[in-house]
């Protein structure tokens, strides 16, 4: 049963794609379960990833930083984001709202050491990208053929005496 103990908790710490392993030591992605109120004290979830990753390892330094008072995170997250909105609708039971946001004014705010952790995963992409092409590179082999044209097809056509 998932359950918001005293502390950030990690539940997806053994899944079928990492072999049944933790990604790495200080992995803390996938699933994890927050308190409303740790949740709030880490300032929410960055919004300057935008599918290169690292917002796990982010999540994990906020709540570092949540230990350490004095070095608490707040100059983005939850309150600093900009965006537009661009369309709103007020539900009985909720309220949906569909935000623009733009990467530079989000990349502009972002503290410096979440930039480094955006660098170095946009590293390990570009390294894995290249590692990927070159191995399609290497195994790419170009076929020259010679192909002789289908045979001609002949239909010969028969009038029927009826037809006369």
Not at 34 to 54: K, P
Not at 98 to 121: C, F, G, H, K, W
Request: glycine share 6%; net charge positive; proline share 3%.
């Amino acid at each position: 049963m998932y359950t918001c103990g005293d502390n950030p908790r990690h539940y997806a710490v053994a899944m079928n794609k990492f072999d049944f392993q933790l990604l790495y030591e200080d992995y803390f992605g996938g699933v994890v379960g927050f308190s409303t109120a740790q949740y709030e004290n880490v300032n929410g979830c960055s919004n300057i990833y935008f599918g290169w990753g690292g917002e796990d390892d982010d999540l994990l330094v906020r709540i570092a930083l949540l230990k350490d008072a004095f070095r608490r995170q707040d100059s983005e997250g939850l309150r600093t984001t900009k965006y537009r909105v661009s369309k709103y609708r007020q539900e009985r039971i909720y309220t949906w709202i569909n935000v623009s946001l733009n990467r530079s004014d989000i990349l502009q705010t972002a503290p410096s050491y979440t930039l480094t952790l955006i660098i170095m995963e946009l590293h390990k992409a570009m390294l894995r990208s290249s590692k990927h092409n070159k191995a399609k590179h290497e195994t790419k082999k170009i076929i020259h053929q010679k192909v002789n044209p289908p045979p001609s097809i002949f239909l010969q056509l028969h009038r029927s005496h009826s037809e006369s």
